[in-house]
C-alpha cells in the first residue's frame, strides 16, 4: 500500500487554495494530458461534501472511468476523496491545507492499493507510483499557478 505526501507552497490565501483543489473545471484543466473529463455527479464547480464525482480519463493508452466521494471535509483546511469505483482497489486522497508565512501549505496525501496483487504490488515499483507522483504534482503546479495569478478565476 504505497503512500504518497507530496507539499507545495503556494503565495496565496488558504481560502483561495482549498477552493481551487475542490474545482471540476482545474482538475480537467491540470488533467488535459489524459483528457480527464467529469462525465457524471458533480460535472462543474465546487465539489462539496458527500457529492460524487465520475472521471472519465486514457491512462496507459486505455480509457477508463473512476468515482469518487467527498468523505471528509473541513473548510478551509482539509478535504478527502475516496475511490467509490474505478481501477485501483482502492484509494484516499487527503488534500491538507495550512496558513504560513503569508501563503498556504499544501499537503496532499495519496493513500492507495493497486488492483492485481502480487501483479500490482509489482507495476508500484516498476512505475505506478512515479506515474501517481507526477500526475499529482502537475495538478498541484497548476493549482499553484491558478491561486498566485492576480486575477483568478473559480
Not at 17 to 31: A, G, K, W
Not at 40 to 53: A, D, F, H, P, Y
Not at 118 to 134: C, H
Request: aromatic fraction near 10%; hydrophobic fraction near 40%.
Amino acid at each position: 500500500m504505497p503512500v504518497i505526501v507530496q507539499t507545495l507552497f503556494i503565495e496565496a490565501p488558504i481560502d483561495v487554495c482549498f477552493d481551487l483543489s475542490r474545482s471540476i473545471e482545474l482538475h480537467m484543466s491540470s488533467t488535459s494530458q489524459t483528457k480527464e473529463r467529469a462525465v457524471k455527479g458533480r460535472t462543474s464547480g465546487l465539489i462539496e461534501l458527500g457529492e460524487t464525482v465520475t472521471w472519465e480519463a486514457v491512462h496507459f493508452g486505455v480509457r477508463q472511468r473512476l468515482t469518487a466521494v467527498i468523505s471528509e471535509y473541513e473548510r478551509p483546511y482539509r478535504f478527502v476523496d475516496e475511490m467509490v469505483e474505478g481501477a485501483f482497489k482502492r484509494f484516499k486522497h487527503e488534500h491538507r491545507f495550512e496558513s504560513r508565512d503569508g501563503g498556504t501549505l499544501m499537503t496532499d496525501i495519496f493513500d492507495y492499493t493497486s488492483p492485481l496483487g502480487p501483479l500490482g504490488s509489482l507495476a508500484d515499483v516498476l512505475f505506478l507510483r512515479s506515474y501517481m507522483e507526477r500526475f499529482l504534482m502537475q495538478r498541484n503546479e497548476c493549482i499553484k499557478l491558478q491561486a498566485e495569478t492576480e486575477n483568478y478565476r473559480i
